[in-house]
C-alpha cells in the first residue's frame, strides 16, 4: 500500500478563498483522523471519522472548517473562506481498528497570504 | 482532560552518545503512550507505544523507552546516536477508552553534532 496520501502537498492561497484539503487513507483501515500542526500550537486533532461518520468534531476552530468523508477511501477537509491564522501544516491519518497504529500522511502545507 | 508536557524544546547530542527525551503526561487513568518521530518535510511515525505490561517497551531504529507510573514519566532513550536520528520527537498519550485519539506534547527537536 502506497500510505495515507494527501494531496496538494502545498498550498499558497489568497485571504478569504476557498481551500480544499485531501487525504486517501490506507485501504482497510476504518478511523481518519485530521490533525493540524503549528509552531504555536503543536499538533491538534481537529476531527475524527470512524466507519466514514464523524465521531468528533469538537477540535475544529470555526465554522468555516467543515470535513466530509464520502466513502471509505476519500476524505476532505476544507476552509471557507480562509485567513492567514489557518496556516499551518495539516495531516490526516487512519488506524485499523482500535488503538493500532495511527499512520500518517506527509501533510499539506497550507499558507494564506 | 489529558495533557502531555515534553520539558525541552531542544537537545543537542553527540553522535556515538546516549540519548534521553523526557514526557510527562497527565492523565486520570492508566494511558496508551506513544512516541513518534518526524523529519523534516515527512508524516509522523511510530516509533513505540505503551498499552500494558511491561514497562520498558522497544521499539524501532533502537529506541526504547520506559513508563513510570510514580512520576506520570515515558522517556525515550537510545544508547548511542546516530546523525540520521536528528529529527522531532513527539510523545502522545491516548485514552484507554473510545477510539484512538491522541493528544501530543509539544515536541522535542533533536540535533546531533559531529
Known amino acids: 500500500d502506497a500510505g495515507v496520501i494527501q494531496s496538494p502537498r502545498h498550498e499558497v492561497t489568497e485571504m478569504g478563498q476557498e481551500v480544499t484539503l485531501r487525504c486517501k487513507p490506507i485501504s482497510g483501515h476504518d478511523s481518519l483522523f485530521w490533525y493540524r500542526q503549528t509552531m504555536m500550537r503543536g499538533l491538534e486533532l481537529l476531527i475524527y471519522?470512524?466507519?466514514?461518520?464523524?465521531?468528533?468534531d469538537s477540535g475544529m476552530p470555526e465554522d468555516r472548517f467543515s470535513a466530509k468523508m464520502p466513502n471509505a477511501s476519500f476524505s476532505t477537509l476544507k476552509i471557507q473562506p480562509s485567513e492567514p491564522r489557518d496556516s499551518a501544516v495539516y495531516f490526516c491519518?487512519?488506524?485499523?481498528?482500535?488503538?493500532?497504529?495511527?499512520?500518517f500522511g506527509q501533510g499539506t502545507r497550507l499558507t494564506v497570504v | 482532560a489529558q495533557s502531555v508536557t515534553q520539558p525541552d524544546i531542544h537537545i543537542t547530542v553527540s553522535e556515538g552518545a546516549s540519548l534521553e527525551l523526557r514526557c510527562n503526561y497527565s492523565y486520570g487513568a492508566t494511558p496508551y503512550l506513544f512516541w513518534y518521530v518526524q523529519s523534516p518535510g515527512q508524516g509522523l511515525q511510530l516509533l513505540l507505544k505503551?498499552?500494558?505490561?511491561?514497562?520498558l517497551v522497544q521499539g524501532i531504529k533502537g529506541f526504547e523507552a520506559e513508563f513510570k507510573r510514580s512520576q506520570s514519566s515515558f522517556n525515550l532513550r537510545k544508547p548511542s546516536v546516530h546523525w540520521s536520528d536528528a529529527a522531532e520527537y513527539f510523545c502522545a498519550v491516548g485514552m484507554n477508552s473510545g477510539y484512538s485519539t491522541l493528544t501530543f506534547g509539544k515536541g522535542t527537536m533533536l540535533l546531533v553534532s559531529p
Open positions: 471519522f470512524n466507519n466514514n461518520v464523524p465521531i468528533d
Open positions: 491519518a487512519s488506524t485499523a481498528g482500535q488503538w493500532t497504529e495511527a499512520f
Open positions: 505503551y498499552f500494558s505490561g511491561d514497562t
